[in-house]
């Protein structure tokens, strides 16, 4: 009889620690009670926590869902998912769904930053299935808007427009402003993208949203609307109202020296009303930019036209073959970007069953556990008095263990710690000395008079060159720009004095058909003849350029140094 009623005892027990709700760190409680009023405090409170303190798994994955979202609410750009998968598999063990979701939705931001767009949807799609068996208002309507960004800037304007309709009947019925002017603008610009037909429910659509941004405190919420209506105004066309709304949006943008998009919507709004000068300033604003390419190639014509309209034939033809470049340079750069139309259902049916098969092994194994535990625990509590004694001995023995261990570790931890902050010292100290003996060679007098003859050899013939204290010059120039790679072909092949000129100009990049004018005048066959045997005698590939190779070669000397560290 007291065998049965332990053993049942021990089951509720077991069961009621299963089910019992989980009591959170109160300073993460307190940070979270903080995150959509003061994301700036919160992560300040989450930076100032010190996370040796945390001993169990909830605090930890509670911690760095915390710590992620808290990044993205302040505009930290994130791409490493290391810290959001902890909170991922904790929150996915215990089935905690609303923090699924919220852990799902800060998942899909890092894929976002990362630009891999078809895997932030896909985990946004998941987050959004477990907010379907919660109430979370707040990140839906942030789900919503980042969900219907993702597939309008993909295309898919369908499942766009869905998704914003959505977005604007939560926002209707939680009286968001903000949210709902958004979606209204994005529903907008949908339509605009349909055609002529629907341009009038666009510009509907559009001014309801800016008679209720009007109304709002925060004037910031009027900016992509009056991008919206510049665009609508572009393609009605009404270019008095196309440049209104330009103006205003860019006088109202707080950061007016990376809003490169707007430049060009300003450039190209003043080219529609004829006020060239205004339009090139504002256009040539656009290649300060690091990529942008569809961007710079939209400049590109627009500066074209304006350049034949002024006679200009040379500038027009100059700006049209910039723009051939920058068109490549976007096609190359959108062409990993798998098509997400396909990939993401195929994604998201995969992630789903996988989760439902993981949940089935979990409970399986939960009441394999139970068993086991309620087996064991009835022998230890019959062996319990025989083997006290003992237990306390050998627990005695293993925290003694243990304190050493830990004192070592800590030792060793330290040492590590130490070699590694000298490594990343003695790394960028050899990072610096590259970069500056790089920047040296590129601006050097001798390198930017051999790029001028180079060009003006394209145009007409000259008849200036080196003398032979510049070519001593510039030799060691390219040896020091180009990882001492002058250095070791001596060292190595014994190339002779015209042979070393042939490499340096070619580390210069200056074309094959004017290498000969630096090198005693020799014609192209001569050159061309002189680098196949320079090939054969440093040994390089077959079917290779020496310019190929030559930079390959520096390529690896610079990995050398950088493992010999």
């Not at 932030?120 to 979370?136: F, G, K, Q, V």
Request: charged share 25%; proline share 1%; net charge positive.
């Amino acid at each position: 009889m007291s065998s049965k009623f332990i053993l049942v005892a021990i089951l509720i027990f077991l069961l009621t620690a299963c089910t019992q709700q989980i009591q959170y760190n109160k300073q993460l409680v307190k940070a979270d009670s903080l995150m959509l009023a003061h994301p700036d405090s919160t992560l300040q409170i989450l930076n100032n926590i010190a996370t040796g303190q945390f001993t169990t798994k909830a605090d930890k994955a509670y911690y760095a869902l915390l710590l992620t979202q808290a990044r993205d609410k302040n505009y930290i750009k994130q791409t490493n998912d290391s810290l959001i998968r902890i909170a991922i598999n904790y929150f996915d063990s215990v089935n905690d769904t609303p923090k699924q979701a919220r852990s799902y939705y800060n998942w899909g931001n890092i894929y976002r930053d990362r630009g891999e767009y078809h895997t932030a949807i896909n985990r946004y799609l998941t987050a959004l299935t477990y907010l379907s068996r919660c109430e979370n208002n707040e990140l839906k309507s942030v789900l919503y808007s980042n969900l219907g960004y993702l597939y309008y800037v993909q295309n898919l304007n369908a499942e766009a427009d869905s998704i914003y309709h959505q977005a604007e009947l939560l926002a209707l019925q939680q009286k968001d402003t903000v949210g709902f002017c958004y979606a209204l603008t994005q529903q907008g610009m949908i339509n605009l993208e349909k055609g002529e037909a629907y341009h009038s429910k666009a510009e509907r659509q559009i001014l309801q949203a800016l008679s209720l941004g009007k109304s709002y405190s925060d004037k910031t919420v009027l900016e992509p609307i009056y991008v919206s209506l510049s665009t609508l105004y572009n393609l009605i066309p009404d270019t008095l109202k196309a440049l209104e709304y330009s103006r205003l949006s860019y006088s109202i943008r707080e950061d007016t020296i990376h809003c490169y998009r707007t430049f060009l919507m300003l450039g190209n709004a003043y080219f529609l009303n004829a006020k060239y000068d205004s339009a090139s300033v504002f256009l040539h604003k656009v290649f300060t930019a690091d990529r942008f390419y569809d961007t710079k190639a939209n400049a590109c014509m627009l500066l074209s036209e304006i350049a034949q309209l002024r006679g200009d034939k040379d500038s027009a033809f100059f700006y049209e073959k910039k723009r051939a470049v920058y068109l490549d340079s976007a096609s190359t750069y959108l062409q990993g970007y798998t098509t997400i139309d396909r990939v993401i259902p195929n994604e998201q049916n995969k992630d789903w069953s996988f989760h439902e098969h993981y949940s089935y092994i979990v409970y399986g194994i939960l009441c394999l556990l139970i068993t086991i535990g309620t087996f064991c625990i009835h022998r230890l509590w019959r062996k319990n008095k025989q083997h006290l004694a003992e237990k306390k001995e050998w627990e005695d023995k293993l925290q003694v263990g243990i304190t050493t261990l830990r004192q070592n570790a800590k030792e060793l931890a330290e040492q590590q710690q130490q070699k590694l902050q000298l490594q990343d010292e003695v790394n960028q100290l050899v990072t610096k000395k590259r970069a500056y003996n790089k920047e040296d060679y590129k601006t050097s007098p001798l390198y930017v008079k051999v790029s001028r003859i180079a060009k003006e050899l394209v145009k007409t013939d000259t008849k200036e060159n080196l003398n032979e204290e510049e070519w001593t010059q510039f030799i060691a120039l390219t040896n020091a720009g180009w990882n001492e790679i002058i250095s070791y072909l001596n060292e190595n092949y014994n190339l002779s004095a015209e042979e070393i000129q042939i490499c340096c100009l070619y580390l210069a990049k200056v074309p094959v058909k004017h290498i000969g004018h630096f090198v005693k005048g020799q014609v192209r066959s001569t050159i061309q003849s002189k680098s196949k045997d320079i090939l054969l005698k440093i040994e390089a590939p077959q079917n290779i350029l020496l310019k190929n190779a030559l930079f390959l070669l520096a390529e690896k000397l610079e990995d050398n140094k950088l493992y010999a560290l």
